[in-house]
């Protein structure tokens, strides 16, 4: 059973648009929800996490918006620049539970051209 | 560099061998984390320490698998008997409390 299901699988855009990728997740104890940059041959790097009492979070120019009742977030990326090009997951955990197990989407495969 | 080092970065084994991987977190990261990733997925969840106590297993780690830290420090992901379906990156990362994770570049193990 896939806990968090993320969507695109892929997703091509022009330098300087605003490239969206989706999760939507299933259990409502999750409370911890990153998003990871992964690039070929690197480990995924934390971008920007969201706690579910919050609808929106910003930093540069990347933004969370979190829908608590649709159990769903998505990842914006403001003025796309193809070094931003690289494959992004999303992730949730439950972490007053005590368990620090992320829990990672299938990733989204992010083409940004010049 | 003080990031999370993993070695080797790349393993090539035959099936029914033994490997072993080694992870040293950021120095002063207490907790250390094991995920496996094979081609087109996101990382799975394997097994966590707390110092030098695994605190957490997923039923992914089979009895081939076994993970130790010894002294809280470095830590060693062994796979005995390796299968094919064995082959994937295996990740780890480290943390100083908490899920903000520092990843390593991971050790890709081709199992042939």
């Known amino acids: 059973q896939q806990q968090v299901k993320q969507s695109p699988q892929s997703l091509i855009v022009q330098k300087g648009g605003i490239p969206i990728i989706n999760c939507a997740y299933e259990n409502t104890a999750f409370d911890y929800f990153p998003w990871y940059q992964q690039f070929p041959g690197k480990g995924p790097a934390l971008l920007i996490a969201?706690?579910?009492?919050?609808s929106e979070k910003k930093e540069g120019r990347f933004t969370i918006s979190f829908n608590k009742s649709a159990k769903q977030f998505s990842l914006h990326i403001m003025d796309s620049q193809p070094g931003d090009s690289a494959t992004y997951f999303c992730?949730?955990?439950?972490?007053?539970?005590?368990?620090?197990?992320?829990?990672f989407g299938k990733g989204t495969k992010l083409t940004v051209n010049p | 560099d003080t990031g999370v080092s993993q070695d080797p970065r790349h393993k090539i084994t035959k099936r029914g061998q033994n490997v072993t991987f080694r992870c040293d977190p950021i120095?002063?990261?207490?907790?250390l984390y094991w995920y496996r990733q094979t081609l087109g997925q996101g990382p799975e969840f394997l097994t966590y320490f707390q110092n030098e106590a695994q605190l957490e297993k997923s039923r992914l780690l089979s009895d081939r698998f076994s993970a130790e830290r010894p002294k809280g420090s470095f830590s060693t992901l062994e796979i005995q008997r390796t299968e094919q379906g064995d082959s994937a990156m295996y990740l780890c990362a480290s943390s100083l409390g908490g899920v903000g994770y520092t990843f390593g570049s991971g050790t890709r193990l081709t199992v042939v």
């Open positions: 992730a949730a955990a439950i972490i007053q539970g005590g368990s620090e197990k992320l829990v």
């Open positions: 969201i706690r579910p009492d919050v």
């Open positions: 120095s002063e990261h207490n907790r």
